[in-house]
């Protein structure tokens, strides 16, 4: 299909991981991203992964990314309550410019 | 200076008004682009312009009216819209060559349409 697949909450118990996943569909994007948005925000790059990596670990981030199933995952140690916000993935497609697809975002609250 | 300011913060407008929304950038980056995002959904691109000159068009309703004066400015100019058009609408530039391409974000103007 065309679009970038999220589920679309996550609530996680502050201190503990939260994982949110990715499934997207262009095989050629070169890049693959991960934004945050904070409510009433734009949107900001938390980290991005270059297409021939596997993982790449910036901080408390983690990006997994498995090319052959095109799955895309972050993961955020000891989720701290400023982490609540929501998380897009996206893709880089290619035409007369470049542009980024967005997935559908998926929120993420924590609890006490 | 990484930073994409969007003016007016907020913009409440009638179906018959005319309005414009701003952007501005110093980051020396060629690729502005224009976004719509309703409320808990993603933004969706509007227009991209690259080097100055309209490249991409997400068949977008004429009454939007995408405007880029020189490279530090983008500017959207809207008519007639429909109260379907009240959104969040979010600029953004990026280099616009080969690598990354990290797009940076305005805070957005938020639209509303009586």
């Known amino acids: 299909g065309e679009d970038v697949e999220q589920s679309l909450f996550l609530s996680v118990r502050e201190g503990d991981s939260s994982v949110i996943n990715c499934t997207y569909t262009d095989s050629s994007s070169t890049y693959l991203y991960w934004y945050k948005q904070e409510p009433g925000a734009g949107l900001q790059l938390l980290t991005y992964?270059?297409?021939?990596?596997d993982m790449k670990q910036d901080q408390r981030l983690t990006v997994l990314l498995n090319k052959k199933d095109k799955h895309l995952s972050l993961r955020i140690a000891d989720t701290q309550t400023g982490d609540s916000a929501i998380y897009f993935c996206?893709?880089?497609?290619?035409?007369?410019?470049?542009?980024?697809?967005f997935g559908s975002g998926t929120r993420l609250s924590i609890r006490p | 200076d990484t930073e994409v300011t969007q003016t007016p913060k907020h913009l409440v407008m009638g179906m018959t008004n005319k309005k414009s929304l701003k952007c501005e950038q110093h980051?020396?980056?060629?690729?502005m682009y224009w976004y719509k995002q309703k409320a808990k959904k993603p933004p969706e691109l509007m227009f991209v312009?690259?080097?100055?000159?309209?490249?991409i068009n997400e068949s977008v309703p004429s009454r939007f009216s995408p405007e880029c004066p020189n490279s530090s400015l983008l500017n959207l100019h809207l008519h007639a819209l429909q109260p379907e058009d009240s959104a969040l609408y979010l600029c953004?530039?990026?280099?616009?060559?080969?690598?990354?391409?990290?797009?940076?974000f305005g805070p957005g103007t938020r639209l509303t349409v009586l």
């Open positions: 980051m020396g980056h060629r690729a």
């Open positions: 996206a893709e880089i497609r290619y035409s007369s410019a470049s542009k980024i697809i």
């Open positions: 953004a530039s990026s280099q616009e060559r080969p690598g990354v391409n990290e797009q940076f």
């Open positions: 312009y690259s080097y100055e000159k309209l490249s």
């Open positions: 992964i270059f297409s021939n990596m």
